[in-house]
């Protein structure tokens, strides 16, 4: 199959990051794949969902949503329609999911950390890409947050990365774009840390049934595509010294 | 780890299927797994969503929801709040996502299958026995429009049954109860054809990340833990003659 | 007229009462007319609304709603909708209403009880089955409540029983199933105590206005079908020790 | 017990019915008992509800609100609170389903009558009081129609008219107010043709269960108020000649 | 251009006022324009938004809405669609805006003044009526609240009125009702206070933008019309005391 | 009073234009004034709302919401609360129309225009922002959609642009941005054509009432902004060819 700009199947988008660039949360993301941008927040705010009112706990929840140009067909507003729109709402609790497994929110008292991600342009694989993303604005938030004593320690237990994989025509593609992801038989989600452990995997074999031999193969090719990703944030969150304006961007033509 | 009824780890709990119990929907099942009791009925109604307007074919849409004494802290109505609940919407989805990709809706006109699995009692488990007794009440339902020539020709390309294995200190565990849910670190949802392929699984690692090592156990518990129960289910399929009332059931003490 | 199993106009549908087959309330009766079945949820909650913050007495409220394939043509789901149904609402009060008159809430505390009404099949009388079937899971409740000493004392003053009647071509009938309901001029509940008193009377002459005569009819007709009622109900309620998953019945051809 | 203005127990409240003040529906009434002032309004547009699509008959439907200031606590507004009140609903429908007991819409086509009642303010019998309103609207509303050819022959089968009884202290009370209201242990409305036959009952003994003799006195009582609310009603629509703005009323000290 | 009953391009309708008419408000105004006729409720109640609250003031808010029948092309209830309408909650945010500029809220404690415009009759300028009329309820409900000492002292910091003015065919004209704004080019809003101060102007230009000079002309009518206006409604509130049920109008046959 | 950046009462905040940086709308700027951020969308979709159907005309609608970063405190997303924000409902019915009264929608059939601004960061005048901003991507998508004889003929009839004027101690400032909009006692929106001809003027006095004289200034400093910010705007547009992704910004210290 022939992708574009001469992708191989193993090879990601080319990958941006910048950082603070729009609005006040402590921590922001500008996090680009490809043609796919997603802008993540992370806001901390008092006070606990009823279930840990009391319990001295923290708490952490996400909510994504799609701004109604970012797709070719716009998307209508949900506040518009006055209902939610229910692949929102899947997203938003896999990434609230996904980042509650890797903080500690023992020591940070009935607070809840608020990830927004708001996706300005849709071309496949939105969802992992503002888990990546808002993995990377919680890591600047957190740097925020302990320079002015707001939490205690650090809560970030382990680093986090996601990417999409699926099969088209029984070859296995790393990172699909829109176009691709339409032509998938099969699409899967995983959501790895830095030491490759698994923290979520969600897919389904839309079309027809996949052999477990399929599997492994698009676990393999996300396991390695996921370590790239992660080398690279990490080496961008090591440059960004987070001057709010400031902006550090990794631009490849493609990230072999 | 003790298990309640002695069940070992790798044992499914006690099954019980009975038919078209309540309600006119030509395929109605009473799902039972231990304490986990869900109602799933299949009707088709005329029309499809505006995305298949003009496409001739069909479309299969599922929906999920407590019953407010379900749990035993009262589940509140998603009608009383005019607010829906974000597991629902995504349990629906999943429902809905891997029963359209067993069933082949070219042939039936722009019609609608509409899946409701309503669960009277909640003990863990409650997606899959969904997605399981959901699956065998669509069996019943295309039977009857095959027989009074509502469908041309059969719809189900394959037959599916899901299951649930999680973690607890290090070991993994089969058709996890209420109570070991909430000690599980992981939880996956499997949902497999009969030929032991994959349509979707879908899990996450809520307390620590898992190794893949771990996964590879949870996967093999799953596959084989979906052969007993497609099993069971094909026996008393084969049995059940569907007349309004007749009730079928299998109990056994606990299938190993 | 033909009545379905040669009833005649002052005959009851067969009457089956389950305890406590689904769910975790404290009383639980599946209840079914003939074709119409409900399950009736009896709970406790803290707290009471608004207009009784701080009086020390408790409320009682119900909710009543028909599971999507309970009708021939599918019920859409008010969650679906985000939209309560004014008929759910209107029946809904009446079980609420009905039930608060016949107990005593001064000694229970700022707790409001919960009465979960969900139609699993409609066959015309929906609401005065629930209302039924609520008053013997309310019973069951309370003698769970007082061997537990959540409440210091009986609750309920009064036994109820509900039956609907009506007039089709100027011949009174007792409980109309739904075709009879649908050829019905006129349809009247009635809500009685055991003594024979008046609690609620609703009804409405749809087609013509009504003599008083054929009310007197009407009303002597639902006098004697809740006697009926109330017995086998007393009877049920005297044998069943409620303990979990048992299940007391009475099947008969049609109660004369 | 002693009645505001020296009222008897089977007195009426000063009746006012003021045609045609607000608005531009074809029949409007402001209807005025004591101190509960209601405006009912009447229009027509094209169109039915779906389950009435291609019958070629019409709809009748109508709506219930409080304005805010009705009542001495305010009463929050349902488009504030996007939430429906339950008893605004139950309302509605009991207005909606007595008008069209008396109303013959087979020849008028697929359009709908709407019925508006808002109340201005609110002592009791609101509910009574609009139905009273809206019927003698539906009349003028009827006139209207008739001169100008938009329905072709009158729809109007028989007038109606409501009143509410109650029983406070075992004494049995016509047309309670809203401090009667509060006291009374039972209350029932009454809707009657002028002939006398019944078109809808609904009350409850929200205290104790009522005997029937009681029932009696207040079902007698409720027949002869409503004569008398009949006839002043006829009197006055006899005097209407219905020009816009031109205000018909009649005022007593109390209609015996 | 001919007007209706002759007026001159800077010529008010007729204005009538009557106070105290419908409902438990503190302060009632039935204002009418010409033909249209506003009802304006203001009430106090305990409480604030959580943006005041512990902030010891007080607030002020205004709810507007239509009545049904008020247009000739019946307006759908708010409640009905469970949907707020945008042109409401425009006027409403208006309304609450300008009578907060004028009322000094510090020494009520944290108390809310409600005020409720419900609009029986629209012919234009539904919105400058309403705030003239509000302004005039709540003088009276001022009045009323310290006879009761229920404020410490006056909280009213000047009298306001509102008046629209409008271009049709490049001639600018006073307060325009429904046909002529339908025709006007432009339509602006004036809030003034007695002493002629701006308190909020608000107006486009829908058909062509407008030179400065015409809007000099609309800004020096607009001063003008709500000098006589602010006159009347003195006289008024001064002859006024606001019994319940007593009337007080003004009637003219155009106040020139 | 000092501003920041040196600016005197009478200069702009620091304009920057950025043509298609995000999503898939033939027409997108992201503008940028100071701290102020908004993005905004122009679309093309077949229909028009119910009251123009039938008409051949097309229609022009416009949706403004902020981003839950985009403020210090975070925003609540509307679809969350499921409720629409009155300040939000009211800003977006201002840009529609405003817009809809420079564009010629006659001969582009029924068609609508929608036209979406999100704001990424707000600090200020937020609501001109998006007007100028929004009027800027309209002339994007005009030369995008007569390049592809999507319309026939250009339908912008006049340019636009918008500002914000306040009071601040009796001094007249341009271009509030959030700080001074806190202190400002009156904040005024001005919306003019590209010869100074008025669209559409909303503001009110919050604080105390304001002299004519006053307006007056705040008017002419509008003015006089505005004709610098179309310079701006228009010198922008002539560079701008448009091709997705390709950045055309202007960057001043503060244009004076």
Redesign the interface.
């Known amino acids: 199959m022939w992708r574009q700009n001469n992708r191989t199947y193993n090879q990601l988008r080319k990958v941006k990051i910048s950082y603070n660039l729009?609005?006040?949360?402590p921590g922001?993301v500008l996090f680009e794949m490809g043609n796919t941008?997603v802008?993540c927040?992370v806001?901390m705010?008092k006070g606990v969902p009823f279930f840990l009112k009391g319990s001295k706990t923290g708490w952490l929840t996400a909510?994504y949503?799609l701004?109604?140009?970012?797709?070719?067909i716009?998307t209508q507003?949900?506040?518009?329609l006055?209902?939610?729109?229910?692949?929102?709402?899947?997203i938003?609790?896999l990434i609230g999911?996904?980042l509650?497994?890797?903080v500690q929110l023992d020591n940070i008292g009935e607070k809840t950390i608020?990830v927004?991600c708001?996706v300005?342009?849709a071309d496949g694989g939105t969802r992992t890409a503002c888990l990546t993303g808002a993995y990377l604005a919680l890591e600047v938030a957190e740097q925020y947050w302990l320079e002015r004593d707001i939490i205690p320690e650090s809560i970030i237990k382990?680093a986090l990365a996601a990417i999409s994989v699926g099969v088209i025509d029984n070859q296995v593609y790393l990172d699909l774009d829109y176009s691709e992801d339409n032509r998938a038989g099969a699409d899967?989600n995983f959501?790895?840390?830095s030491?490759?452990?698994?923290?979520?995997?969600?897919?389904?074999?839309?079309?027809?049934?996949?052999?477990?031999e399929i599997?492994e193969q698009l676990?393999q090719l996300a396991c390695k595509g996921i370590v790239k990703l992660l080398h690279y944030s990490k080496r961008l969150a090591k440059d960004n010294n987070q001057e709010k304006g400031q902006l550090f961007s990794l631009q490849r033509r493609g990230i072999e």
């Open positions: 729009f609005g006040y949360a922001n941008k802008l927040s806001m705010q909510e949503a701004l109604p140009a970012a797709t070719t716009r507003r949900e506040a518009t006055l209902k939610r729109n229910g692949r929102s709402v899947e938003s609790r999911r996904s509650r497994s890797i608020l927004d708001d300005l342009q382990d899967f959501v790895l840390t030491s490759g452990k698994l923290i979520e995997v969600q897919g389904s074999a839309e079309k027809t049934a996949l052999s477990w599997f676990r």
